[in-house]
């Protein structure tokens, strides 16, 4: 069975920095795609990063390019994103998923994934 979780988190001024983190536990595939999504009450959900195991490949949304990066810690195999130049239209909740995919235009999609809980991300200006 597969268990997603978030960590990290929390209230954050504009122009400040903040790391998400994500276990994607029973998930044992040797090559996926672990995502960040994000979604504001009352809009759609929008992928905002993603990683390829297999290939190391890195996706990001253009509203989130040269701000936002996402890694993995192959030690204990978390996967995070680290925020930096926050700002108020970053506020979201923010959502780990595990199978994801580049769907060209239409951006990241997880038609598939398996999703965890959330973590609220709240960037005041």
């Known amino acids: 069975q597969v268990h997603v979780e978030e960590s990290g988190g929390g209230s954050v001024q504009a122009g400040g920095s903040l790391k998400l983190s994500c276990v994607a536990y029973g998930y044992t595939y040797p090559a996926y795609c672990i995502g960040w999504f994000r979604q504001v009450l009352g809009k759609e959900r929008e992928g905002v990063a993603a990683?390829?195991?297999?290939?190391?490949?890195?996706y990001y949304a253009d509203s989130v390019k040269g701000r936002f990066t996402i890694s993995r810690d192959n030690a204990d195999n978390t996967f995070h994103l680290q925020m930096g130049s926050l700002k108020a239209e970053d506020t979201a909740m923010y959502y780990c998923?595990?199978?994801?995919?580049?769907?060209?235009?239409?951006?990241?999609?997880?038609?598939?994934?398996?999703w965890g809980q959330g973590t609220q991300v709240t960037v005041s200006s």
């Open positions: 998923v595990a199978d994801c995919m580049d769907s060209g235009v239409n951006g990241l999609t997880a038609p598939r994934g398996y």
């Open positions: 990683i390829w195991t297999g290939s190391g490949k890195t």
